[in-house]
């Protein structure tokens, strides 16, 4: 199945907009004009408006912030500044502060050279494909007679306590009358968002915490380190005989986990064993789960055997919450380790679905190994292919080449190819009982790819 990314959004990708720092469309300009229009499009009625920005530890950071908050106190809106604090920490102080918009400058998982802005509605959900077309529309245009007047200019504050909210509204997650005492956890903040709330979290809930990247440089984010690289996570397990590592990504919305042999957990396996803990509890709203097209088939095969469904949505974390929220469920998330846990938080949030995982722990009392890996996975291989310019996706060489692999894998197998909404890239996935079969189909299409992509550049 090929999905590309189809959208009119110049500007916004999957999550938010997202590029180098410094190069269009992460400008400065860019940044102003964005707070301008999103400030002018949530103006709505006669009270103080309030916009909560927040950001990672990216040194572009300090560029983006001062040109967002101009623009937003350009459209009249008092902006209460955070500073570093993962991303779900901001959709809950947008909730909590009564704010009508919340901001997030972050690139993820991306390196530092990268940033990106998301945007947060009052209800601190991520904002609608239509919402974001309706800024971009007013970014193209004449906003100046739109503006504020003088006096109607927003004031900029920062909100000291920001940090401690949301500890203490993450420690909150954790089941009443259970403690971390007597566990060892390693925990990779990736030198981002969370580098002091996470490890805090885990301190005051009683683990002895073992802290790896938590001395951010503005450099340094994701640099071999993060659920982008979790080698290094189970590497330290190991070392130190923790009991469980725990990886971040640069704005914390998404987790991976090692168990105590350094063997690394996804999230599917994080989203099964949530599934199967909240519903034998009678937790689990809806008749299953929602995760994307990328989860693995075995997670499906597992919530079945359990008489539960996987809804399946296209990739992105946001379209998960949708999903979520217009089914009334309140478990979701990807393969990649964004966990939506609606109970708590209205978007990814890897400390608190960690949080989750460590209680399942305590109350078993028995090792990550036994108590974690809920379902045997199928085969699945999952390559990237970059490219410049035009998509590869339409040459007929690689048409002909994905119906073969599909044929090849029959009915036993999926095979998904999807352009990424974040980079030029295209990512090629399949997955089926044959593991041999799997690598060649993957390795086949990939080289078409790279071919036809590489003819498009020449061409160009």
Not at 196 to 221: H, K, M, Q, S, Y
Request: proline share 4%; with cysteine; charged share 20%.
């Amino acid at each position: 199945m090929v999905q590309p990314v189809t959208t009119s959004r110049n500007l916004f990708g999957t999550d938010g907009i997202r590029g180098t720092a410094n190069i269009h469309p992460m400008t400065a300009e860019i940044a102003l004009r964005l707070g301008q229009a999103a400030g002018l499009l949530f103006t709505r009625g006669a009270h103080r408006h309030r916009v909560v920005i927040g950001k990672d530890t990216r040194l572009s950071g300090y560029m983006l912030e001062p040109a967002l908050t101009a623009g937003f106190i350009g459209a009249g809106m008092d902006v209460t500044l955070v500073g570093p604090l993962p991303t779900p920490a901001i959709a809950m102080l947008t909730r909590s502060l009564r704010a009508d918009l919340g901001v997030m400058i972050s690139a993820s998982h991306n390196p530092f050279e990268d940033n990106g802005i998301k945007l947060f509605d009052p209800d601190g959900c991520k904002l609608s494909d239509a919402t974001e077309r309706r800024i971009e529309a007013l970014m193209a245009g004449d906003m100046s007679h739109r503006l504020a007047a003088s006096r109607a200019l927003g004031r900029a504050a920062r909100l000291e306590d920001a940090a401690g909210r949301y500890i203490e509204a993450a420690k909150a997650t954790f089941p009443r009358g259970l403690r971390l005492d007597g566990l060892k956890i390693v925990i990779d903040c990736a030198h981002g968002a969370a580098y002091r709330v996470a490890p805090t979290v885990l301190w005051e809930l009683g683990a002895t915490v073992i802290p790896l990247g938590v001395t951010p440089d503005g450099f340094n984010i994701n640099r071999d380190c993060g659920s982008t690289v979790p080698e290094h996570l189970c590497a330290q397990v190991l070392e130190h005989g923790a009991d469980l590592g725990i990886a971040l990504d640069g704005d914390a919305d998404r987790v991976l986990l090692a168990d105590e042999h350094g063997e690394l957990i996804d999230g599917d396996q994080i989203l099964a064993l949530i599934a199967r803990s909240w519903a034998a509890s009678g937790r689990l709203n809806g008749d299953g789960i929602v995760a994307t097209v990328m989860s693995n088939l075995g997670l499906e095969r597992f919530l079945a055997s359990r008489g539960l469904l996987l809804h399946r949505t296209k990739v992105g974390d946001r379209y998960v919450a949708e999903k979520m929220r217009a089914d009334g469920m309140n478990v979701g998330g990807e393969q990649s380790g964004h966990m939506i846990l609606s109970d708590y938080a209205t978007t990814g949030d890897g400390l608190v679905a960690a949080l989750q995982v460590l209680a399942v722990l305590v109350t078993q009392d028995r090792p990550a190994s036994e108590v974690v890996r809920v379902f045997t996975p199928l085969p699945q291989v999952l390559r990237n292919v970059r490219f410049s310019g035009t998509s590869p996706l339409g040459a007929r060489p690689v048409r002909a080449a994905v119906a073969a692999a599909e044929a090849r894998l029959g009915s036993s197998g999926r095979l998904l190819i999807r352009e990424s909404g974040t980079e030029p890239l295209v990512r090629v996935m399949a997955e089926a009982e044959d593991e041999a079969l799997v690598a060649e189909v993957v390795d086949g299409l990939c080289a078409t790819i790279a071919d036809a992509a590489q003819v498009a550049a020449d061409a160009a």
